[in-house]
Structure formats: C-alpha cells, structure tokens
C-alpha cells in the first residue's frame, strides 16, 4: 500500500507565477489535509477536505490561495500570485476518518 | 493559553540515557493525542497514538495525565538515531489536528 504521495517535491517559481502542489492520499483514505512549514517554525494547518468538499479552510490566507479535492484525482493546493513569503515546505496528510493522519514527503516550494 | 505548548528544547541527551518531555493542552474535551516526530527537512511520521491513560512501544512510553491536561513522552536508552524534534498532537474528534512547536532532542555519543 503506498503511502501518501506529494509531487513535485521541489518547485521553484518567479514572483507573480502560478504554483500547483498534488497530493494522493493513502489508499482509502477519503480525508486529506494541507500544512504549510516555514523554515525552522512549527506546522501551521491549513485546510482540511472530503472528497469534493472543503471541511476546514481556517488556515487557508484569505487571498491567492485555494484547494481542491475532486471525485477523481488528486487533491490540488494552488497557489496564485506567488509571493517570496510563500516560500516553504507544504505538506499534505491523509486519513481514513479523522484522527491519525499520515503525511505525505512534502513539496519545498521555493519563490525567486 | 495556546492550544498546546512544548519546551522547544533542545534536549541534549547522552546516548544510552533516558529523556523525557511534556506537552500542555488546553482543550479538556481532547479524547487522544498522538506523538509525531520530525526530522530535519522530512515529513511528521506517527510514532505514537494515546486514547487512554498511556502507550507504551518498545523504548516509548507516553503518559497523560487529563487533571493536570498534560502528555508526556519518555525515551529510554536513547540511541543516535532517535534524535529528531517530537510533535504532541491533542485530537478532538471532528476536529483537525492542531500541532505543537515541537521538542528538539539531540543524542550525542
């Protein structure tokens, strides 16, 4: 059973750009999570999806930033606009209800 | 009061001694807590769940005391490789999971 997959896992975008960070959650898992981790603070919880739903986004900015769980596919995080603060480490966790979630091996996204 | 708080550490811990470290909470209605520890650079890995009173995993063995609303974690006959920041997590079902700062500890030869 493959574990919670992340890809890319490292981006590096200009100012201004787009960025798209996937994630595939665990087999069977229909709950998926997003992080964000800056470099040497703590892991700030972002949002929290069902399958085609947004449960939790209390995380999320308010502006540039959305997230998506489709029916098929993976779970996108988007990030419009980027910005250099928006540099860090994003990671996704899965779970198969809530609880124990397990995370993904990160996207380090990097803003020049 | 934050949600939860670590000693952020670090632990300086000989190899082969025993460490232990707390983590606060502040939400009374949490039902369990899971112990993830982190590596530089890498993802949060599950090391530990508590529904009860404790756990206990070879080396591992995490207590709560839901009074005083603290877990804590201890390691014995640390090895090299157990150095890692450790994250508490206090779970309220429903709700998303909240993570501490972290304990840093580091063994040393």
């Known amino acids: 059973n493959a574990g919670v997959m992340q890809n890319p896992r490292h981006l590096v975008r200009r100012r201004g750009q787009e960025a798209r960070l996937r994630c595939s959650p665990m087999?069977?898992?229909?709950?998926v999570y997003w992080y964000r981790q800056l470099p040497e603070e703590g892991l700030k919880f972002m949002v929290y999806?069902?399958?085609?739903?947004?449960?939790?986004e209390s995380g999320m900015p308010k502006e540039r930033f959305s997230a998506e769980f489709p029916k098929e596919g993976p779970s996108i995080l988007r990030i419009q606009q980027v910005v250099r603060g928006d540099s860090a480490a994003y990671f996704c966790?899965?779970?198969?209800?809530?609880?124990?979630?397990?995370f993904g091996p990160g996207t380090r996204l990097t803003v020049l | 009061r934050k949600e939860v708080e670590q000693d952020p550490g670090p632990f300086n811990v000989p190899e082969g001694a025993t460490v232990a470290f707390n983590c606060t909470y502040s939400n009374s209605a949490s039902q369990s807590f899971f112990w993830y520890r982190q590596d530089c650079r890498k993802e949060p890995k599950l090391l530990m769940s508590?529904?009860?009173s404790g756990n206990e995993d070879g080396r591992f063995t995490a207590q709560l005391n839901r009074a005083s609303q603290y877990i804590s974690l201890l390691i014995r006959d640390s090895k090299l490789s157990d150095s890692a920041t450790y994250l508490c997590v206090p779970y309220v079902a429903g709700n998303k999971l909240t993570f501490g700062g972290g304990t840093r500890v580091l063994v040393k030869p």
């Open positions: 966790a899965s779970s198969p209800s809530s609880g124990e979630q397990f």
């Open positions: 999806l069902q399958k085609e739903n947004i449960i939790d």
């Open positions: 508590v529904y009860s």
């Open positions: 087999k069977g898992h229909s709950h």
